[in-house]
């Protein structure tokens, strides 16, 4: 029991079957939770996926373990072979700690929501949720207390938006999203035309969208276009207080750390992964699979599969390099300074020579 | 047609009375949208303001062309002259990209609203929206839902918070100024005192005032002051999750890109324009029309028109000398051994002559 | 009078009496208010902290001043003597600017509260507040209007949660809690498990836990964790747009500056000082009474008591000077080629010579 909720208890055999591995040793012995390898306890379950941790195998309590189909050493703890022992652990975690179901079932009298919107089947919307005209939210969504959806937005199915989660208009958000508190959705762009000391606002016209299987941490930022759109694409992860300016397009399974911005119309890749803080300038692409290091400054193209570094950032060779000199430096300077010295000397020398 | 909406179409004569230009060509085509010359299509008004897209002009389907009035070349498309091309292109968008009107009119009945706040006419506020005692909302402004406005706060007319702003007590708004999602206005600056080992709270009394014409990115926060005021003078544009602290002035027409904070106390005249996820320390003046490149981090005074770039920040010049010889460093440093080594080994050739 | 409240007025004996110190001078002069040395009015109480600030002594407009009690000077003013000058002012100044209640007394009708929750003694709750099931609010805390309070998430006594913050389900906060507009407690932790060329959701079981007398900035984000907790300790104070992630625990009276981010399971010491936009790898110890500069990227473990800067972060020392020299790089490298030239035509002399 854990807080009133019944805790769940498989045998070693239900959880293979469930997550698809091969058991080895007793598999009538009962489960009732999961652990890492050091903290485990009987009736635990663990995982051993880096053989470095081999060790610890010997002395931990758990009373079964997940491991590599391909491991040769086999342990004498009960185990299931997986193809990947740590994927297969996360999914016997889940089956421990099945998501928490926090809204009530239905629509909290609460909500206001317009005549013309489409509300599918089993979705949970909470209170003071407001949804504009034209809205349509998905199957066995939930929107959370507070949340704001304006007019002619649509929510795909089994998506769940956090408390305090705002849509502009005539956004587009797919399946299986989840978008954290606070974060805003198609929030106008930063387009000022300079004219006379003054900036004119240039309308925001355009659109956000949001593919599937998207997570949004929590108070990021989304920024709708002139014209077009800006678009999250599948499988994307963007981590808390993120910004995206209009009209970037995030590749399919790009991930961002917190507080990274990206400057409008920007071209991310797929599979790209961006550390904490960076910055990104606009008008540039960075190809599938980069990696840029936290708190880097991009300021040019980043070529497929390259690692950068620093602000502005380099290619991670070469930024190495000069970091590691950089510790040298002062002491250049100085034997800089020296060799000024001794050359002068050997100058004169040969002068009174000659 | 557009999600309903019936779309607009003037002849070629009308959007030159509307925005001030001189049509020169067949008055009476029809135009029936805007876009950028390589993507019109007939039938729709595009712009040429940089002299570089002028080969783009003979292939271009767009049916007519705003251009800059000094231009000698004249296009053989029908056309509008134009003190400023793009600024003209900016005017006709606008014709037929009119800001969408998203709340109905009026008040929304789960709005609550102290029974001292004063709503002009015209006044459009959202669903589960809250206004304390003696909020005064001008004249045509909108509130969007989820908004909270505390005790005395004002704003003026013709503003647009949009959902889920607040505003603490009595803070003040000018007019024409657009708040974006979740920004905070008016939370307690960062004010300490260390006392025993402890960290005591400075009480945060006094206001923040925004001018009019501004507006307020996404999540951007905007702190009170001990005493005095927080001022955000007229027509700042700030981005998405910018942090202004206690104290700070920022002057007329400055922008500031996203992610971007300063400390508190410090003074930023007119027109100066800072990149994104900038640093500004606490108690410094940053001069008219200063700029400060992306990243940067600015530690002390900058003269007015001057260039800054880098973290700690120098002028622009020497940054970029500086950044380009790191370049050479790793170099410099092999350049500087083989130097010694061929020294010493002069030194010893010198010595074994003498 | 300001905004209706009648101001309060104290003799300087009555505020010597509230404040522990003790008077010298006319006890019986009246008091109206606090203010800076250069601002002070008649009828003001001012402070002298800083020996530099002496001077303005002689011409402040102040009626009286508080005063360190070791000081050797005495002023010819009405003066309190005090262990501590500026302390005594700020609690002087709390006299005078008792923070304001602006939350009716009692719940607003509008808020959904479950009725499972538990609410304490004289609690304000304001309008479109949701309370979860099994939440429970202390004594004398206020809840402002559109917060959100997920399932089984505790609040202590007199906390104050400004509008449109929200907790997530089983977040426990402790007492004389402040936590400011649209902070986000409880966000899930940023945990993917990558696995054929998907990221899979790790599932974030956790909690976050507030100690007492934290304070934390508008829009900060902290969050849960995948198992055990998320620890933010007492006295901490975290200024606007924080990002903790997940399992992180920051120690007693630490404090950071605005747009700072902490990466996953780091654990920082006491007394720790972080200035603004800095960022901070998962997985490193920060020690007790370490300082980081702002807009560092702390790579690596510091020690107790150390101070670092730049990005990688180094110790002070070392910095400083690096930067220093940095200025000299340019000229650095063109000595190094003049010492290449000279050399070379040394050579050739010497080869002439033997």
Redesign the interface.
Known sequence: MK?GRKMPEYTLAEIAGKIGGEVHGDANIRIRGT??IANAQKGELTFLANPKYRAQLKNTRASAVIIDAQTTQTPSLPHIKMP?A??GF?QA??LF?Q??Q?LPAGI?P?A?IHGTAKIGSDVRI???V?L?R?VAIGDRSEI???C?I???SSIGDDCRL???V?V???CQIGNRV?I???A?IG??G?G??P?Q???????Q?GKVVIED?V?L???V?I?LST?GETRICQ?V?L???V?I?HNVIVGK?T?M???T?V?GSTAIGE?VMIG??V?V?GHISIGDGARIS??A?VTKRIAPGKTVFG??A?PIF?AR??????????N??K??AI??Q??AK??K??NR??
Chains 1, 2, 3 share one sequence.
């Open positions: 807080n652990a890492e990947d740590y994927f996360l975690f889940l700690n998501p928490k926090m909290h609460t206001v909470g209170a003071h407001y504009g034209g959370f207390p507070n704001v304006l007019d002619d956090y408390p305090l705002s502009r208009e005539e989840i954290h508190n606070g805003v929030c106008d930063f000022f035309a004219y000391g003054k900036f004119h606002k240039i309308p016209a299987d997570e941490g929590a108070n930022t920024d014209m499988g992860k981590d808390n207080l910004h300016a399974h991930v750390a917190a507080q911005g400057s599979n904490g803080q910055g300038v936290a708190q400054g602000s502005p380099r070469k390099r000069i970091e590691a000199t950089l510790n040298e430096l002062p250049m300077r034997r800089l060799l000024e001794k050359l050997l100058e020398e040969n020579q000659s």
